[in-house]
């Protein structure tokens, strides 16, 4: 290809100015703001848990895709009943809030299970294949890969081809004994402090708070051993669990998360990767999966 | 060196069976239980301060090894008693705790800052040679090297020759404005979430709290964006922050630390990169800086 002197100078004189100006940086704030409708998505009703406290609503996305005995056992013990009057008996600084039965371990006290199965497998981590996972570049100590998969922080060995939910602030598990398939569901802690991520690979993560963290995470932290409170009068009643599908449409919490599959997701992590807002001085060109924001907004009705 | 036959036969007797039979593991508990006390140390009187809230006491060892200058303004404020009677008027949820004066920026308003400095270099990093660093053995997305140094999670950069304490939960910052040297160290913030280490480097870090976070991670969240409280009867009261050194002795908290630099330590470390109790079925192998614990304990009289 033969260039025309005129055409070459116009390109010479453009490339110097387009080098010296990158696009003006855009806070994740106002990606979003500018982000199209369909990269946002509905979480399913089925698959969308209420727990009711006192304080307002606590929204959990559940995650089949990565414990599905798990989220269906929720689903029975929510259909049933199972957690109203039920509490909050367990709030440690710096790690988890728990909530269910607090006799559970009482076989005299302890909540009928009903319908739902008393042992499940252990679901500590899925097959990879099949699932569409969107790598984060960064390096990660906890996993050969980090990224993001169904809407949550994940990790994958592809050697072992396995995936599994990361133990980040916000994330749903279900709590179990010292052997392997003890946990049913019954039992739920949220992570409220440092990612605990030692516990990857370790017990099942079942979902993610999208909506009211602040009523868990600010609950006064609890006096024994553990952050366990004895006196069941100190514990959070928990009004009602139950799944969104199950709600009357008008008292459904209306959210919309951003699809992490989304080039507006792809923008927000670099966004955040590297900040060049006035604030920053030396922006990190790194950013940790537990630190990658996932976006939720109310949606218009 | 010639080996006689019974000898030659007692070492490959021994060698298999020590192979076999690793040290039992302990816990990073009964590893602290069993610790010498050399292992421990008190902390500085006068790089100890006490934030005196209606539910208690919380105790943040300063840190003059990184913020010298920051360090020596918050004393002059401490002594002359700037924070008596101010308040926490910002609590974000998964982010930080800020106290000071809430009419700092309003000229009219604003506490005199009596013999304080109102301008400080931005204490960001400082020159990482003469500063004993222990340095972990595992990865880290934000720092070439992290490890500890004077007690403090730290991160270092060898070829730049800097080093920098680390955005851990409990860590103490100075807010500051767009300017980098705009931070005077009166207005301070504690970190309550998962660790925002984007800000490693960005700001000047001065200490971190060694006692009494469940009385500042607990607080009710904020109303206004980035948790800030316009209402002044939302905010949370300080009664006073005091240095340790001019409380009457029998008034301080009798706090040890574990030495980072000690063999209790690094065992600890251990103990948590490679997790072998009961519960977990696959240790990590690794320890992401901001989940290694620091050990308190209240010191016998």
């Known amino acids: 290809m033969i260039l025309r002197p005129a055409l070459l100078a116009t390109l010479l004189a453009t490339a110097p100015a387009l080098a010296a100006d990158p696009p003006p940086y855009r806070s994740a704030q106002q990606i979003l ?6 990269d946002w998505r509905s979480p399913d009703p089925d698959s969308t848990l209420y727990l009711e406290l006192e304080g307002g609503r606590v929204v959990i996305e559940l995650a089949p895709g990565f414990a599905p005995a798990h989220v269906d056992n929720i689903r029975t013990l929510a259909r049933e009943g199972f957690w109203d009057g039920t509490s909050i008996y367990r709030v440690q600084d710096n790690f988890v809030v728990q909530f269910g039965d607090a006799d559970a371990d009482d076989a005299a006290k302890a909540r009928p299970l009903g319908a739902a199965r008393r042992k499940l497998p252990a679901e500590f981590e899925r097959d990879a294949k099949g699932l569409d996972f969107q790598v984060l570049p960064d390096v990660d100590g906890w996993a050969p890969q980090v990224g993001f998969a169904d809407g949550f922080a994940a990790g994958r060995d592809p050697q072992a081809g396995k995936a599994w939910m990361a133990h980040c602030y916000g994330v749903v598990g279900a709590g179990r004994n010292n052997e392997p398939d003890s946990s049913i569901g019954a039992e ?16 099942p993560q079942v979902g993610r708070v999208i909506q009211g963290m602040e009523l868990l995470a600010a609950l006064p932290r609890g ?10 009068a100190q514990r959070t009643a928990i009004r009602a669990v139950r799944l969104a599908s199950t709600v009357p449409e008008a008292e459904r919490s209306q959210l919309q998360l951003l699809r992490t599959d989304s080039a507006t997701f792809r923008e927000v992590v670099e966004a955040r990767r590297n900040r060049r807002d006035d604030f920053y001085k030396r922006p990190a060109g790194h950013i940790d999966l537990c630190n990658v924001p996932l976006p939720v907004r109310t949606a218009k009705r």
Chains 1, 2 share one sequence.
């Open 33 to 38: 703001d500018a982000s199209p409708v369909a």
């Open 188 to 203: 739920l802690y949220v992570v409220t402090g440092q990612s605990p991520r030692q516990r990857d690979r370790n017990i």
């Open 223 to 232: 006096p024994e051993p553990m952050g366990f409170y004895e006196d069941p």
